[in-house]
């Protein structure tokens, strides 16, 4: 009876050690994903805002006032 004691538990240590380092995993994952998402925000943010300023500065040259060839009702 004692031998079955100590299979489960090894068993249970093992299955703790497994979930302690999947769990571990999980977080490492979710965190590196996180910082790629922030990244690509701050990334995206910096297009936009340097998208918003070539769009003043061309119109501030008149370049967008000009005839480009699209109609316009």
């Known amino acids: 009876m ?3 004691f100590w299979i ?3 068993l249970a240590l093992i299955a703790g050690v497994f979930g ?3 769990w ?3 977080r490492k ?4 994903l996180k910082e790629e998402q922030q990244h ?3 990334r995206r943010l910096r297009e936009a805002i340097e998208a918003d300023a070539r769009g003043r ?3 501030a040259r008149g ?4 005839d480009d060839g699209h109609r316009r009702d």
């Open 57 to 59: 500065e061309r119109l």
């Open 29 to 32: 994952v979710e965190a590196e």
């Open 63 to 66: 370049e967008l006032l000009q």
């Open 2 to 4: 004692i031998e079955f």
């Open 8 to 10: 489960v538990g090894v």
């Open 24 to 26: 571990l995993a999980e």
């Open 40 to 42: 690509e925000s701050f």
């Open 20 to 22: 302690g380092v999947v």
